[in-house]
């Protein structure tokens, strides 16, 4: 069974627009972490955020915003005033006590100058 | 904070040969770590998770006698890619936790190319 989704496969903005990733995602564990990732051509995968589930508090650093909710089980990624440096691959993903990763699809954001 | 290392970040190979891909854990002991491919334009997919002193274990669909890891020291995994075949040729990528279990950390990945 799927356990992250990223419907969003491809999205375009223009700069300084304001986009956001959905992520949902499925478990039965009570203790379990959410991730995103940004991934750039170059491959390496650069760690975003990390939210464990007993804490719900919405983050944000910079214009970068996270909205995690457990009603919807869905962790959901804002980036304000879109940059052209945003573009990139971003995953969400899930780990079950800090176990193995399951990753969604990923999105691909393309920010057009 | 932690780092991962994974060596080498590319490796063109021709096919029928093995290549071995590292990684390492520099600054701290990693009782677990995990292997990962991704294939082009496409999501992370785990293949293999490695215990210290341990057998590997593999996903399903994944060919063990294929993909040799070994993991010998707390700061050390291995992955061996044996007869490469140009279907081989992805991104193949490690994880590391720490012995805490709060955190784990990924390698800079690994773009392999058979040819």
């Known amino acids: 069974a799927q356990k992250v989704t990223q419907a969003q496969t491809e999205i375009s903005v223009v700069e300084k627009e304001d986009v956001t990733l959905d992520c949902v995602y499925e478990t039965r564990d009570t203790t379990y972490y959410l991730f995103w990732y940004k991934q750039p051509p170059s491959g390496e995968l650069v760690f975003l955020i990390r939210r464990n589930s007993f804490d719900e508090q919405n983050e944000i650093s910079g214009r970068y915003s996270w909205n995690f909710q457990k009603s919807t089980s869905s962790f959901n990624f804002t980036i304000t005033a879109s940059q052209v440096v945003d573009s990139a691959v971003y995953f969400c993903a899930l780990s079950e006590r800090i176990n193995k990763f399951y990753f969604g699809s990923g999105t691909k954001l393309n920010v057009k100058p | ?115």
């Open chain 2, 1 to 115: 904070g932690a780092v991962v290392s994974q060596h080498p970040s590319r490796v063109i190979c021709k096919s029928g040969t093995s290549v071995k891909i590292e990684c390492r854990s520099l600054d701290f002991q990693a009782t677990t770590m995990f292997w990962y491919r991704q294939f082009p334009k496409q999501s992370l997919m785990l293949m293999a998770t490695s215990n210290e002193g341990s057998k590997a274990t593999y996903e399903q669909g994944v060919e063990k006698d294929k993909f040799l890891i070994n993991h010998a020291s707390l700061t050390l995994s291995t992955l061996t890619v044996t007869s490469a075949h140009p279907e081989d040729s992805s991104f193949y990528i490690c994880s590391a936790r720490d012995r805490s279990y709060t955190e784990a950390f990924f390698g800079q990945g690994t773009r392999l190319t058979v040819v």
